[in-house]
């Protein structure tokens, strides 16, 4: 004991830091702050040096070069000893990482914690988001399989919507007028050099600022933040009801980063790693690629906004949410802080956190894209032919060899993309459905050039059959009317 | 003159060493910047713009819609697969040929082709084209993306060494390709 002690002295002399560490863990925080809630920064902070480990491990396996890169992985998954292991706790490290973030900011958020005076200390941590996100998009790129390639060029589909500087940044994202080699060497530039360089120097800077400028206070409805007052009141607050940070709060802190860790390690464990699918050679068409859980509402969003509104958004959109995000605390730097007198920004985050979810879940089942095979794949159900004349079954066959059904839905199978078929009569008459063929419109294309009138015909008879048993279809009402008023106008 | 404005000796030489410093720094961003935006650069040395083959006029029948694939001029050591590239080639009639990009002219995704409706569909967001690249249905902008092509001797030869993204043209919003 005595041994380590002097050992300890040593360094010390030389060092000088025991001090300064000592201060930094004694600080006095808030009582109230040693909860539950204050644990998110501390989370991320730990998934990242997960992440850190991991990914140099990895390194040592992978190969950047757009021709190695998917069998280094294959071999990482099969041959090398719990290398699955280590690729499953980076990628579900990922994921926790950009939800912890996420969480960590919405609580930050509606304790107000962004007002005076740690303004500065929000922006870093805007900053410290984008990055985040910047590393699961780059991450993404570096398992370079089919999901990869495809979701290379989605971005560079949307950087060359950029006006003016378009098409150079697509060759700059690229490194050349291609996705290959050189793209995948970019981007494990900036996923191992670039951006965790740029972490590494703002969690410091942020970590140092929540040092100097004490830990946001539990915020109480009716204290208000005043600029001219606020430090001698945190001051105040520190002195008559603080407590040294160690151990009085960050028992919670290692709690809840053990209790991550371990529910990383678990996902890993149990789920695996992800992919890598397919090899990410061009010439294999037959795929549907797809981004990862965190950006799959993008993808969604894209599928749904109307065409002319896509540019503006992917354009103007990022600029107003990032330039949003950056003026908050000017915009709401005093005031109140507790989010029980805050409902505006209850409700922004509610609607957000539901509009995000919404588009995620609507990415699960994508019922913007037509289902490839269910034209030859998904049968007829059997009700719709049943005492059908053999014109309304050739119908159903022009139907399903037309490919109609992967985009229109019989008895819950086939494409959603365009509405279910399956009381379409009650909905049209003879001469609507021979138009919406004939012509498409309303998102559906025109079929006029494909189809011959002996098919068009026989198809809007399948059509017409289909409307509920207890349901009469629709009726042209001033072709009915006419004929009754001069029943010689029937031929 | 009084001390307090007098430059001392020691100032002037830290100020020196700024601006020689930074005379050095201007010196060698030059290259740096110049390396960084090489990709850009390059790519006007067109070496990629070069005419690759596709196959015979003959592997390709009139009137159908056919996947072919070609290498593209532009190769270096690391690429692998992905310098390898598909595209659909049209035989209108006779050396009449329309060769479209896989990629869809919404966001790049692989659009495929189906025969029996005439269509090309995409499976990421659900754009549709017609046969001679004219947009259908759904998200795109425009039609599908066609590379330049021509016939030399007995074969489809295209100049496709760049990949095809809707910017500059996504402008023509409502305006329709030469194709439609």
Redesign the interface.
């Known amino acids: 004991m005595r041994l380590i002690s002097q050992v300890g002295e040593w360094f010390d002399r030389r060092l000088q830091l025991a001090a300064p560490i000592r201060e930094v863990a004694e600080h006095p925080v808030p009582r109230n702050t040693a909860s539950w809630w204050y644990v998110f920064g501390s989370a991320a902070l730990t998934v990242f040096f997960l992440q850190l480990v991991t990914g140099i491990l990895l390194a040592m396996i992978y190969v950047p070069s757009a021709g190695e890169a998917w069998s280094s992985l294959q071999s990482l998954n099969h041959d090398v000893t719990l290398g699955w292991f280590i690729r499953a706790l980076h990628g579900w490290g990922s994921n926790f990482m950009v939800a912890i973030v996420l969480i960590h900011m919405v609580q930050v958020f509606l304790f107000g914690a962004y007002k005076f005076p740690r303004e500065l200390t929000w922006i870093v941590g805007v900053f410290l988001l984008l990055m985040t996100l910047g590393m699961a998009f780059s991450g993404q790129v570096l398992r370079f399989d089919q999901d990869a390639y495809w979701g290379l060029g989605i971005g560079a589909s949307i950087a060359s919507r950029a006006p003016l500087i378009g098409p150079l940044a697509v060759k700059l994202m690229l490194g050349g007028p291609i996705i290959a080699g050189a793209t995948l060497s970019r981007f494990f530039a900036l996923h191992v050099f670039v951006i965790p360089g740029m972490l590494i120097g703002f969690v410091c800077l942020h970590l140092l600022m929540v040092l100097r400028l004490g830990i946001n206070e539990w915020p109480m409805p009716g204290r208000l933040v005043k600029k001219a007052t606020y430090a001698t009141e945190y001051h105040e607050l520190t002195r008559t009801d603080g407590a040294p940070f160690v151990p009085y709060a960050i028992w919670k802190d290692l709690f809840f980063a053990a209790f991550i860790l371990l529910a990383v390690a678990a996902c890993a464990l149990y789920f695996g790693p992800f992919g890598p699918t397919g090899r990410p050679d061009p010439t294999i068409i037959q795929t549907s690629p797809k981004p990862d859980y965190f950006f799959l509402w993008l993808y969604a969003l894209l599928s749904l906004l109307p065409p002319s509104m896509e540019t503006p958004a992917l354009l103007i959109g990022p600029v107003v949410v990032i330039l949003f995000l950056l003026l908050l605390p000017f915009l709401s730097g005093e005031g109140e802080k507790s989010w029980r007198r805050r409902p505006i920004a209850v409700l922004t985050i509610l609607l957000v956190a539901i509009s995000l979810g919404t588009l995620t879940r609507l990415s699960g089942y994508t019922p913007w894209s037509p289902h490839m095979n269910a034209w030859s794949g998904d049968p007829v159900p059997e009700r719709f032919l049943h005492g059908t004349t053999a014109l309304e079954r050739q119908g159903a066959l022009v139907f399903q060899g037309k490919q109609c059904r992967n985009c229109h839905s019989l008895g819950d199978l086939g494409g959603q993309r365009g509405p279910a078929l399956d009381s379409v009569a009650v909905r049209l008459t003879q001469d609507q459905l021979i138009r919406q063929v004939i012509q498409g419109g309303g998102n559906m294309p025109a079929y006029g050039k494909n189809l011959s009138p002996a098919e068009t015909t026989a198809l809007v008879a399948f059509l017409e059959t289909l409307h509920p048993a207890g349901q009469a279809p629709a009726r042209n009402a001033a072709l009915e009317e006419s004929s009754e008023s001069h029943p010689s106008a029937q031929p | 003159m009084s001390t307090e404005n007098a430059v001392s000796r020691r100032g002037l030489f830290m100020k020196l060493g700024i601006l020689f410093n930074g005379l050095v720094a201007t010196a060698l961003a030059a290259p740096i910047v110049g390396f960084?935006?090489s990709?850009?650069t390059?790519?006007r040395a067109n070496a990629?713009l070069a005419w690759v083959p596709l196959g015979s006029v003959n592997e390709f029948p009139e009137g159908e819609t056919r996947?072919a694939?070609f290498r593209?001029p532009?190769v270096?050591?690391?690429?692998?697969?992905?310098?390898?590239?598909?595209c659909w080639v049209r035989r209108v009639e006779g050396d009449h040929f329309q060769v479209f990009a896989?990629?869809c002219a919404?966001?790049?995704?692989?659009?495929?082709w189906?025969p029996?409706?005439?269509?090309f569909?995409?499976?990421?967001?659900?754009g549709?084209y017609?046969?001679d690249g004219s947009r259908?249905?759904?998200?795109?902008?425009r039609g599908l993306f066609e590379y330049p092509s021509k016939i030399e001797n007995g074969l489809v030869t295209i100049q496709a060494?760049?990949?095809p993204?809707?910017?500059?043209s996504?402008a023509l919003?409502g305006k329709k390709p030469p194709c439609a």
């Not at chain 2, 270096?76 to 598909?86: F, L």
């Not at chain 2, 919404?106 to 495929?112: A, D, E, I, M």
Request: hydrophobic content about 30%; glycine content about 14%; overall charge neutral.
């Open positions: 960084v935006l990709s850009i390059r790519g990629y996947l694939t593209n532009n270096t050591p690391t690429d692998g697969k992905t310098v390898e590239t598909a896989i990629n919404h966001l790049g995704c692989p659009v495929r189906f029996q409706s005439g269509l569909m995409c499976p990421c967001h659900g549709a017609y046969r259908a249905s759904g998200p795109p902008e060494g760049e990949l993204t809707p910017g500059p996504a919003v």
